[in-house]
C-alpha cells in the first residue's frame, strides 16, 4: 500500500519556539494532504485540509497563524507550530490521498510526531 | 448530521472469540465507510473498507456488514487474537461538500486476552 512518512517522530521544545513537522508521501502524488490531531485515548481531529498549490482549509477553531501549513509539492506538506505553548502538545498526525491507481480515493496516515512542549 | 457514533468505547474479548464493533451514521451522503486500526503511539492504518451498494465484505478475519437503510456498520474480527489489541476506529466519508472528509468515530479499545 501507500506510504506516508512523517519526520520527527518525536520533539521537545520549549515553550516560545516553533517547530516544523514534515509529512511526505514516498510512492504516490498527494493532491490532498489532512493534518489531524490526537489526544490521549481520543479520536483523531481533522485540523485543516490543504490541495497542492493552494492555500489550506483550516477547520472551525484552529489557528490558522499558529498552525501554518504548507503544500508545496504533490509529496510534501509541512504543519509548523508556531510561538509553540505547553497546552499545544499533542500527537499530529499527517494523511495523504491522491492519485494512486485506485478508484477512490483512498487516505493513507503517517506514522504520527509526538510534539511536547515544556 | 456529520456524527458517527461508534460503540462499544472498550471492548475485551478472549483470544479466539469475536469481536465486534458497531458504528451509526446520519449523514446520507455518506459513501464511504473504512475502519482503521491504531497501535499505541502509530498512526491509524487502513484495515478494511466498504461501499453501501454491499452488505459485507470479509478479508481474512475481518468482516464489515452494512445495513444501509439502519445506517449502521459494524467491524466483526474472527478468532481475535491478542496481536489484534489496538484502538480501532470506524469513519465515513462522503463525495461532495463537508462530506469529502472522513468524519471519525469516537474509538473502540480493544484487548484481547491470551
Known amino acids: 500500500g501507500a506510504v506516508v512518512s512523517q519526520h520527527p517522530s518525536r520533539v521537545i521544545c520549549k515553550s516560545g519556539t516553533s517547530v516544523k513537522i514534515e509529512c511526505r508521501s514516498l510512492?504516490?502524488?498527494?493532491?490532498?494532504m489532512f493534518w489531524y490531531r490526537q489526544f490521549p485515548k481520543k479520536s483523531l481531529m481533522l485540523m485543516a485540509t490543504s490541495n497542492e498549490g493552494s492555500k489550506a482549509t483550516y477547520e472551525q477553531g484552529v489557528e490558522k497563524d499558529k498552525f501554518l501549513i504548507n503544500h508545496a509539492s504533490l509529496t510534501l506538506s509541512t504543519l509548523t507550530v508556531t510561538s509553540a505553548h505547553p497546552e499545544d502538545s499533542s500527537f499530529y498526525i499527517c494523511s495523504a490521498s491522491g492519485r494512486y491507481l485506485w478508484k477512490q480515493e483512498t487516505q493513507y496516515f503517517g506514522p504520527g510526531t509526538r510534539l511536547l512542549v515544556l | 448530521q456529520q456524527q458517527v457514533k461508534q460503540s462499544p468505547q472498550s471492548l475485551i474479548v478472549q483470544k479466539g472469540g469475536i469481536s465486534i464493533i458497531n458504528c451509526a451514521y446520519e449523514n446520507t451522503a455518506f459513501d464511504y465507510f473504512p475502519w482503521y486500526q491504531q497501535f499505541p503511539g502509530k498512526g491509524p492504518a487502513l484495515l478494511i473498507a466498504i461501499r453501501p451498494d454491499v452488505s459485507e465484505k470479509k478479508e481474512g478475519r475481518f468482516t464489515i456488514s452494512f445495513n444501509k437503510s439502519a445506517k449502521q456498520f459494524s467491524l466483526h474480527i474472527m478468532d481475535s487474537q491478542p496481536g489484534d489489541s489496538a484502538t480501532y476506529f470506524c469513519?465515513?466519508?462522503?463525495?461532495?461538500?463537508?462530506?469529502?472528509?472522513?468524519?471519525f468515530g469516537s474509538g473502540t479499545q480493544l484487548t484481547v486476552l491470551p
Open positions: 510512492d504516490f502524488q498527494a493532491t490532498t
Open positions: 469513519a465515513a466519508r462522503g463525495l461532495e461538500g463537508s462530506a469529502r472528509q472522513l468524519t
